[in-house]
């Protein structure tokens, strides 16, 4: 569990003050992966670089392993540094050294013995899928591949929590999801929390149990990733939802099916968790007699379980329309009726 | 052939003359290294933003190293005498001309140490920072090792600035290929000697940059 309470951050320029980080409270469990999302100069950067102290909070408490790190002394802090790890955008590897002294090196920070690191780091190439590349240096692995070491070597010293400054910003798509896979699996099998920082949605989406929304240094929106994806309460969520489902910009199109008559309907079903996958539609007009028009829909997969968005017209008599409406939000399934403005 | 091309030229004193520069400048390179990379981190290490960020320590650092950069090396090794006396016990021959040898080319290469540690990647010294690392491990493990090739290169123009320096402390008294350049050479208008001492400077000023480049071509690995 991580507590962090009334964390600010104020940077002192010569003619002006920023507010980096404002008042942000957040409780994370443990194992949980938690994303923080928002666009450049939100202050998520600053905010997971407040987490282990590479900048110092102006204000504000952190409790990680029982600990306010926000109090350690130099000394402690370098101990309890070695039980987060960290990895970057750049991924911030030393070329001078091959993959396998790489990952040595937090553990010869930690003064662990050369035959315990030996052992450590060739267990560390094995879960990263880095066989065979030992005495590789950096330069020549590729931008995923380098990425790997960077996680083998932050997961070195066994941390508690894992601190990912916007680990895949740097990668390609595909790239992207291989590192995020990897990510989850280290999550469900070491039980580790994560916490990553990213303005990509998509990895919200594809891996964190919990998000949080920032922005100018605030959290303005934060929960369960489902509940924030289908109810999004501030705007720069709304827009983040936007970018998952593409179908949201093309509203306007719509308009042509919304009209007066009583005898049709536009409405946009939330489908959450397992009712993604059920087959509601023609249920619905199987049971009732009804025509169902699809006007178009998406379905976006989640940490906890799928989330999808469809457009629909419902044709027939105004008492049936009601009835299919009724039997859909019976489902657990949300409803909403749409009207021109 | 060799004797009628060059008649004046006495081959064991070219040979002493040759192991007297080789001896300036290895013993000098080496103290310059040393001291040069000592500088050259306090200069980096106190500077805004970095590990021990002290103003006062920089600027009176930078003070030094400029004052002694801006000395002409001839100079240098005059004002330098009582030191050398002190130091050394004589002011003639090879030893006599080490400690100015040093003085005058570790600020010259504190600076381009400076510069090589600046290319060190901010985010490499950052990541150690949050493994927990200790600032002689920063030191040891991240900055020198990853500033290696511009090190490396950068010492190879110091040691080719040394020759010649050794060149010119020969002509006041500290032996070499300099020194008999000028006192059996252009004193007695034998300029066989001349032109021969110039070869074997220009080939040590080879075998130098040779050995350099080659060395740091060998540990990059970006």
């Not at chain 1, 102006?58 to 029982?66: H, P, S």
């Not at chain 1, 930690?110 to 879960?127: M, N, T």
């Not at chain 2, 005059?78 to 001309?97: H, K, Q």
Request: net charge negative; with cysteine; aromatic share 8%.
């Amino acid at each position: 569990m991580i507590s962090i309470k009334n964390l600010s951050k104020v940077f002192n320029t010569k003619d002006q003050t920023v507010q980096a980080v404002d008042d942000v409270s957040i409780n994370i469990p443990k194992g949980e992966i938690y994303g923080v999302i928002g666009y450049s100069g939100a202050g998520k950067s600053t905010f997971i670089r407040l987490i282990n102290r590479l900048e110092d909070p102006t204000e504000g408490e952190i409790l990680l392993n029982n600990q306010d790190i926000t109090a350690l002394r130099k000394g402690e802090l370098r101990k309890q540094r070695q039980k987060i790890g960290m990895i970057f955008q750049h991924f911030n590897l030393l070329w001078s050294r091959t993959v396998f002294e790489n990952i040595a090196f937090p553990l010869e920070i930690a003064g662990i013995s050369k035959q315990e690191r030996e052992r450590k780091v060739l267990e560390l190439i094995d879960l990263v899928g880095l066989k065979g590349r030992e005495q590789s240096y950096p330069s020549q692995l590729s931008g995923g591949q380098k990425q790997r070491v960077g996680i083998a070597r932050a997961l070195a010293n066994e941390p508690t929590v894992l601190l990912c400054d916007e680990a895949t910003s740097a990668l390609d798509p595909e790239t992207t999801d291989d590192i995020l896979d990897l990510l989850v699996s280290i999550n469900e099998k070491l039980n580790l929390t994560i916490i990553l920082i990213t303005h990509e949605m998509h990895v919200i989406q594809k891996i964190c149990h919990q998000v949080a929304v920032m922005e100018q240094g605030k959290v303005v929106e934060q929960g369960e990733v489902l509940d924030v994806f289908v109810k999004p309460q501030s705007k720069t969520t709304k827009r983040f939802v936007q970018q998952l489902s593409p179908l949201e910009h093309q509203i306007d199109r719509l308009n042509q099916f919304i009209t007066n008559d009583e005898q049709s309907e536009v409405v946009k079903l939330h489908f959450i968790g397992n009712n993604a996958k059920r087959a509601l539609i023609s249920e619905v007009s199987k049971q009732l007699d009804v025509e169902i028009n699809i006007l178009q829909g998406s379905i976006s997969p989640t940490q906890e379980g799928a989330y999808g968005t469809l457009y629909v017209e419902i044709k027939g008599k105004p008492s049936v329309i009601q009835n299919s409406i009724s039997y859909i939000e019976s489902s657990g399934v949300e409803v909403e009726v749409l009207r021109h403005v | 052939m060799f004797n009628e091309l060059f008649p004046n030229v006495q081959m064991d004193h070219l040979w002493t003359a040759t192991y007297e520069t080789f001896y300036m400048t290895i013993i000098s390179v080496v103290g310059t290294f040393i001291f040069g990379i000592l500088l050259g981190l306090l200069l980096y290490l106190t500077a805004r933003g970095n590990l021990w960020q002290n103003s006062i320590v920089n600027s009176i650092t930078a003070t030094v190293v400029n004052v002694f950069r801006a000395i002409p090396f001839i100079i240098l090794i005059l004002l330098l005498f009582p030191f050398t006396d002190f130091l050394v016990g004589t002011i003639r021959g090879p030893e006599a001309a080490l400690p100015a040898l040093i003085i005058g080319a570790a600020p010259f290469y504190a600076r381009l140490v400076e510069i090589a540690l600046k290319e060190v990647d901010k985010g490499v010294v950052e990541a150690a920072q949050a493994m927990g690392a200790k600032a002689h491990t920063i030191i040891f493990k991240v900055l020198l090792p990853e500033s290696m090739p511009a090190l490396i290169s950068g010492i190879t123009v110091t040691a080719i600035a040394l020759i010649s320096y050794t060149a010119m402390a020969g002509v006041i008294g500290a032996g070499g290929l300099g020194d008999l350049a000028y006192m059996q050479g252009f004193q007695r208008r034998n300029f066989d000697v001349v032109f021969l001492c110039t070869v074997f400077i220009v080939v040590i000023v080879f075998i130098f940059q040779f050995i350099g480049d080659w060395f740091s071509r060998k540990i990059d690995h970006r």
